[in-house]
């Protein structure tokens, strides 16, 4: 689907810019065609100015997503969530980032999980990025205990895994 997404707007580079910067940070479009993260609005600008491009640029986006009825019910119900990876230490909890040979096989999480689970290990958060909006897809895991001698190599060993950091 996210092909579907971005390849709606081949067209024009500058608008699957912003709309690839909409679609990793979870940002949506409000009814009026307003940028917006959790309802909250995001000025033209700042996108414009994080992806470098021009303001006229994202509103023209925002616009043309709400005329396409399939894009505008994805992002009018867009919502973003805390990416905890970067808190964790300071909140006691573990960081374990798995790189995927490949991102689009099946099974990379339920594999990592099930090690995870065979420790006992309180799972606070799990995110993956999507191979379709990502150069580097991952799949990262907060934990809450500390981890276990044994642990990392166990998920390296598994078979679709390239490299995990931690």
Known sequence: MWSDII?????????????RFLLQNGFGVTDDGRIS??????????????????RRVVDSTAHRILE???LREIFVNMRATPDLSHVAEALGFSVI??????ATERGIVGATVLVLSEYRLSIRQIFVTDPYLSEEPKLVIIVEDPL???????IRALPQVKQVII
Request: net charge neutral; glycine share 6%.
């Open 97 to 102: 980032t798995v790189l995927p040979k490949n």
């Open 7 to 19: 390849h709606e707007f081949a067209d024009s580079p500058s608008q699957s810019r912003v709309v």
């Open 68 to 70: 396409r009825p399939m």
């Open 148 to 154: 276990p001698p044994g642990i990392v190599e166990k």
């Open 37 to 54: 993260c959790n309802g909250i609005e995001v000025p033209a600008t700042a996108v414009a100015k994080a992806i470098g491009s021009d």
